[in-house]
């Protein structure tokens, strides 16, 4: 590893100016290109303490044993050079590209005498028309075969071509009307390449002149009575409205743009682009990225731009390309662009209205590709074990850790806290395992307290098992025999006062009654204390894992740590990982385990954690949405959902049903006496509602107006959420 001082260039010697700079390794290997509006500035940057550095950048000056530079007049002149470069070295700490030159395209080969048309991969060629590209080969011959009665333009090989021109004698497409036969002279190379002219124009979303043309010809001979001819016209009107089918409109204005989202992870990045061209989507494309420098999302778009048309002139640019995100500074690729397509381009963020939820499409298609993408890399029997593998290297384990459990801790300002408890085994989701708890220790938000509770409770049943099913001897002493195994109520929670204290043993009352109902499972059934199905299969709390994983830092890992020592457990080893940095902490070391960023380990830990996350913030969210809806009714032990709506149904309104008396609510079916007198009871103690207001006219409106649902006002609008105050809200929720 180099020290970045031994080769960090002379005060003064770096010029203050527009340029590009590539790092070097002892090899003379290029490992990085970047550029920069001032090349001493950004240079600067790098050579400071490694303490404040990105790791991934602090990775790459210490692989470094030298620096250089080049200065250019402008900003755009940089941009051209950064990417001619990253092309020509493939540096190792450059954003990589995986995909893009396997995507079929509709070429179209304008450089020949008889342009063909045929399905294209791979670079690209000087004096060819390309149309996509498209996500499969088949999608572009279906396209194909039903253009061609339309506009029957050569297809063949250059052999087939040779060998029908030889003996005088057309393919099979050239006998069905689908080829314009060229090869036997049917047709000039001038009025074949005008037929060309006019399918290229036709793909590129010039399409209504085509059919206008088309249904004047067809109406000319129906009244000339050339039905044969106006049926054949039919028939080609019809095919080229099925090849329109086939790209729906998407943006009403015969707009041509093309649409970058981009979804992305602390280690990789998904791009998608779509191609739309005369308002309709006429391609698709996208690739998987990993993210080896430390970089933004702006960045990610220039980098994907730079991919997209590095290689491109004139009107393969589009006249606007809308992106999630603008690259810092934006004028220098806006004009980059600009001089690529030789007019101007709109380099913009879409606001509003369509392009804006076209992009939302987009990006869900990208958010998509990296699901399923790092689900494919899931599901490799080899990568999974060589995952394995290196977490138990890493964290020292004596075997690889088949079964991990992963937990999280979600709360919107401290209301509402819930933990989730997700499990893995060999490495793939098991969802029927996974659960859910309610933190009910304390009020208010503190993670490392829940993150004790939560740990405390799940291993507290694991030793109740363990008991009950007579794996320790009777009156042996096994773990956690100072702490109660027997107590399996799932309530009861750290003291207050004290969150590093074991909760006080329960009372045999206690231990058996069914009120513990915090525990929930993967479908919503509440856990009881009873450790078996009505199957008499054991509860899933009865399984250790070998690895437990914490969503956090020092501080969570060294609660569950401390809540498995409170229970004397011992066998189960602990790490935590930080989002942040993706750094991997263990129990009672002050450094973090820093796994390399290729390596299949931290993959499978950050995907463990993001399971963890997303199944907490998801119950959190269901937990607040509930409350928010809540109303009188719900406080009524024993009365579900069918009655509430029975009663809502029959009265009209929660005040008609406050008014009636019990002999009323008793004729409702399905309601008893004792049910009644429970519900004017509660009914009778609730505090009614304050009137609702309709914000439109600003009257205040009986509850008779309403639908009566509980804690509904179905006349007043939802508050609008602006894009702030959604970020906002977002950024609460943990």
Not at 331 to 351: I, N
């Amino acid at each position: 590893m180099a020290d970045p001082s031994s080769y960090r260039p002379r005060p003064g010697s770096i010029p203050d100016s527009p340029g590009v700079y590539r790092f070097r390794d002892e090899h003379r290997r290029v490992i990085y290109v970047g550029k920069a509006k001032s090349l001493r500035q950004r240079l600067a940057s790098y050579f400071q303490d490694l303490a404040n550095l990105h790791p991934r950048t602090r990775t790459m000056v210490t692989t470094a044993a030298s620096v250089e530079w080049t200065v250019v007049s402008t900003e755009v002149e940089a941009l051209q050079l950064e990417y001619s470069w990253i092309k020509e070295y493939d540096p190792r700490f450059n954003v990589k590209y995986r995909d893009d030159k396997s995507y079929p395209y509709l070429a179209v080969t304008m450089n020949e005498e008889f342009p063909r048309v045929q399905v294209m991969r791979g670079q690209k060629r000087k004096g060819v028309r390309y149309f996509g590209p498209y996500g499969h080969a088949w999608a572009i011959r279906d396209t194909v075969d039903l253009l061609l009665r339309v506009f029957p333009v050569r297809t063949c090989s250059a052999g087939v071509f040779k060998n029908a021109a030889r003996t005088g004698r057309p393919c099979l497409l050239g006998y069905i009307g689908k080829c314009s036969a060229p090869c036997v002279g049917r047709v000039t190379p001038e009025e074949h390449h005008e037929l060309a002219d006019e399918f290229c124009d036709f793909m590129a979303g010039r399409t209504g002149t085509y059919i206008r043309r088309l249904e004047r010809s067809m109406t000319e001979a129906a009244e000339d009575m050339e039905y044969e001819r106006a049926a054949r016209l039919r028939d080609d009107i019809e095919a080229l409205r099925k090849a329109m089918e086939k790209s729906a409109v998407v943006l009403a204005d015969a707009t041509d743009a093309d649409l970058v989202a981009v979804a992305e992870d602390e280690l990789e990045a998904a791009v998608q682009i779509f191609h739309v061209r005369g308002g309709r989507v006429r391609g698709q494309r996208g690739w998987v990225t990993d993210k080896v420098e430390e970089i933004t999302t702006g960045a990610l778009v220039e980098h994907a731009l730079q991919q997209l048309y590095g290689e491109e002139k004139g009107d393969a640019v589009p006249k606007e390309v809308l992106v999630p995100a603008l690259p810092d500074p934006v004028e220098p690729v806006q004009e980059w662009l600009t001089d690529r397509r030789g007019a101007g381009v709109s380099l913009r963020v879409p606001q509003r209205g369509d392009k804006k939820a076209l992009m939302e499409t987009v990006a869900r298609n990208a958010q998509q590709a990296l699901v399923l993408h790092k689900t494919k890399r899931a599901s490799d029997l080899t990568t999974r074990s060589r995952a394995l593998e290196e977490i138990a290297e890493a964290l020292d384990l004596d075997s690889a850790p088949l079964r991990i459990e992963c937990y999280d801790i979600s709360h919107l300002q401290g209301d509402d806290v819930v933990a989730s408890m997700v499990v893995f085994e060999d490495g793939l989701q098991r969802k029927s395992e996974y659960r859910r708890f309610q933190i009910r220790g304390f009020e208010g938000q503190d993670d490392v307290r829940s993150m004790h509770e939560v740990i405390t409770r799940r291993f507290r049943r694991y030793l109740a098992e363990k008991e009950r099913t007579g794996e320790w001897a009777d009156g042996g002493e096994g773990p956690g025999d100072a702490h109660h195994p027997a107590d399996t109520r799932t309530d009861t929670p750290a003291s207050p006062t004290s969150p590093t204290s074991p909760a006080p043993p329960a009372s045999p009352a206690a231990t058996t009654s069914p009120a513990a109902t915090d525990v929930i499972d993967a479908n919503g059934r509440a856990e009881t204390n009873g450790l078996t199905d009505e199957d008499g299969r054991p509860r899933k709390f009865a399984y250790p894992p070998q690895l437990v994983v914490v969503d956090g830092g020092q501080p969570q890992v060294a609660a569950a740590k401390r809540a498995l020592d409170e229970l004397g457990i011992d066998d189960i080893a602990v790490c935590g990982l930080a989002k942040r940095l993706e750094e991997v902490w263990v129990p009672d070391d002050d450094d973090p385990i820093v796994l390399p960023r290729t390596s299949e380990g931290l993959y499978l830990l950050q995907r463990v954690r993001d399971e963890a996350h997303r199944f907490a913030i998801t119950y959190q969210r269901a937990k607040r949405a509930k409350r928010f809806r809540s109303g009188p009714l719900d406080d009524v032990p024993g009365l579900g959902d069918t009655r509430k709506q029975a009663l809502i149904k029959h009265f009209g309104s929660v005040k008609r049903l406050r008014s009636a008396t019990i002999d009323q609510i008793c004729e409702i079916p399905g309601i008893g006496r004792k049910t009644a007198e429970t519900i004017v009871a509660a009914l009778a103690g609730a505090t009614p509602a304050g009137p609702a207001v309709n914000t439109a006219t600003g009257e205040i409106m009986e509850e008779d107006e309403q639908d009566g649902t509980p804690g509904t006002t179905p006349d007043a609008p939802e508050e609008p959420v602006t894009a702030g105050a959604a970020d906002e809200r977002r950024g609460q929720e943990r």
